[in-house]
């Protein structure tokens, strides 16, 4: 304001010298135009009524002298005198208009302006008795010309009332502000200032309670906001128009691994440049909804991002991220499963359909038939164990059917699992032995069984003729751990983090000999989890194969 007040009173008093000084100038010049109008007709009249007197006219001006410019012209327009330029050098007058005026009345006057002077003449001619024409003539300066001369000491003048202007203004505006400044906002109607400012001051005070009515509810809205978005699992973002972040909330700033305060303000690129999120803030910013599937860090996410709309316009974005890395790998796992599972009910069936529709067509010889339909037994088995192992890890997803935990005793569970693997072992002349401590675990017996049956059967299967398993129950601080450990052809790394998938053959050719339907280890992962077992696999190829189960302590 102080800066306002003086520069107002500095330009006031500079319009005011310019203005007094515009209208001095007028007037003062239409004074001095028609003084020295006056003075040159007078000085022509006595210089004329001086030629009448004298008979030869030239003579005259032998000792003439004046500070205006004298001339004679005859009728004919011929100078015969000029006090300031060589007469014979001078053309014809006779168009001058002062000439004209004098030659055909007496009297004549004129003025010419020049614009490279920036000056006006001023002409006054007399016919004298003799009939030649006496002109007097003078320059003035124009009001442009006038202004020039004087603009120095107009400057000066200037420089002087802004100065005193300045000093004026500074002190004025020092005292009319002072109690402006000394003004107590937070409290507007405890001021003892100018009357005029009550008005003011009162819906000042008026507003502030409004404002922070209004603030409070703010407060608490964005307080129960925050707690909302920031407890949400959920990564929540949201967007202005122009696509830069206006909110994250802490899911949002884990996923993409960025601090939310520090990209408040910032352009989403500066968040994620996937090109799946691009493309949906784009299409949201179009006022489309959109999803899409966004993998980060090993797990997916669900994006959806949906414009916000005003008046019918995009006024921002939002953008939602769900985890469903469970669902997305349940659902590759049942598309996989599906695929597998029609492929493994498929080959038993075929060789089934093959083999009865040659007996059927009675192509095959007679002593053919009992190989065809030892054949169709055997496929007919493998069939059924793939079905029950099917339905067995169907049970185990959904964990019904299971039985009561009870104190099972896992050196006896072990034996009986290799008692009954026992004639496959003598086939293969495999030395199959259990040894340890007889050590207690909570869990389903029927369950357990299976799971170590499957463990050893598939160590016997993969062990070559003449090899070793050995089943071994032992503790390890709280836990109990039982191996299964052979020599036979081992696992290859690349292999390892697969063999508990479901249908996952290292070599197909011999699953396929060996009978196995590819679900054996996937039914042991299974049991583990519902038992709180940890699962490790040791294994190298030609060296042997070594699966632990670390049972938890019983309580």
């Known amino acids: 304001m102080t800066r306002k007040i003086f520069k107002s009173v500095a330009l006031t008093s500079a319009l005011a010298v310019l203005l007094a000084a515009a209208l001095m100038a007028l007037t003062l010049f239409g004074v001095y135009e028609s003084g020295m109008t006056e003075e040159l007709r007078a000085e022509a009249g006595y210089i004329c009524h001086a030629l009448n007197r004298e008979e030869n006219e030239l003579d005259f ?80 300066s124009s009001m442009l010309g006038l202004y020039l001369k004087g603009l120095p000491l107009l400057c000066l003048v200037l420089l002087a009332v802004l100065c005193v202007s300045m000093l004026i203004a500074r002190l004025v505006a ?55 978005t920031e407890n949400m699992r959920e990564g929540l973002i949201v967007l202005d128009r122009k696509g830069c972040v206006l909110s994250m909330n802490g899911s949002a700033a884990g996923i993409f691994g960025v601090d939310a305060q520090a990209r408040v303000g910032a352009d989403m690129l500066s968040v994620s440049r996937d090109p799946v999120v691009q493309q949906s803030v784009d299409a949201a910013l179009k006022g489309e909804d959109t ?162 049956y499957n463990l050893v059967d598939n160590a016997v299967k993969y062990t070559p003729e003449g090899g070793r398993v050995e089943v071994r129950v032992a503790r390890e601080g709280r836990s109990a751990l039982l191996s299964v450990q052979d020599n036979g052809i081992g696992i290859p790394e690349e292999h390892q983090p697969h063999v508990f998938e479901r249908f996952y053959r290292v070599d197909k050719s011999h699953s396929r000999a060996t009978g196995g339907t590819g679900l054996g280890l996937s039914i042991v992962k299974h049991g583990a989890a519902i038992h709180g077992a940890k699962l490790r696999l040791v294994s190298a190829p030609g060296k042997g194969t070594c699966v632990t189960l670390a049972f938890p302590p019983v309580e």
């Open 291 to 452: 999803d899409g599937m966004l993998e980060r860090n090993g797990r997916h996410y669900q994006l959806l991002a949906g414009p916000v709309l005003k008046e019918g316009e995009t006024a921002g974005v939002v953008l939602l991220t769900l985890d469903v890395t469970e669902k997305y790998a349940a659902e590759v796992s049942r598309r996989e499963f599906t695929a597998n599972v029609s492929h493994e009910l498929k080959t038993p069936l075929t060789s089934i359909s093959g083999y009865a529709e040659i007996i059927r067509d009675g192509v095959a010889r007679a002593e053919d038939v009992p190989g065809f339909a030892a054949r169709i037994h055997d496929e007919a088995s493998h069939l059924l164990t793939l079905i029950n192992d099917i339905l067995e890890l169907s049970r185990l997803d959904e964990r019904r059917g299971l039985g009561e935990h009870a104190r099972i005793r896992l050196l006896a569970a072990a034996r009986e699992a290799a008692r009954r693997l026992e004639p496959l072992a003598r086939e293969k002349n495999i030395d199959l032995g259990v040894q340890g401590e007889d050590l207690e675990i909570q869990g389903d017996k029927l369950l357990l069984g299976e799971m170590i």
């Open 61 to 140: 001006f032998e000792d003439f002298t004046t500070k205006n410019r004298v001339s004679l012209i005859a009728t004919d327009g011929t100078v015969l005198y000029d006090s300031e330029a060589d007469a014979s050098a001078l053309g014809s007058h006779a168009d001058r208009p002062e000439v004209a005026g004098a030659i055909a009345s007496g009297h004549g006057e004129s003025e010419r302006y020049s614009d490279t002077l920036a000056q006006t003449t001023y002409y006054c001619a007399l016919r004298t008795d003799r009939g030649n024409v006496l002109r007097v003539a003078n320059s003035r």
């Open 174 to 228: 020092r005292r009319f502000v002072a109690p402006l400044n000394n003004l107590n906002l937070d409290a507007p109607l405890e001021n003892e200032v100018y009357d005029e400012l009550s008005p003011l001051l009162t819906r000042m005070d008026r507003q502030y309670r409004e404002i922070d009515r209004q603030m409070r509810a703010l407060s608490d809205a964005r307080q129960e906001l925050a707690a909302i």
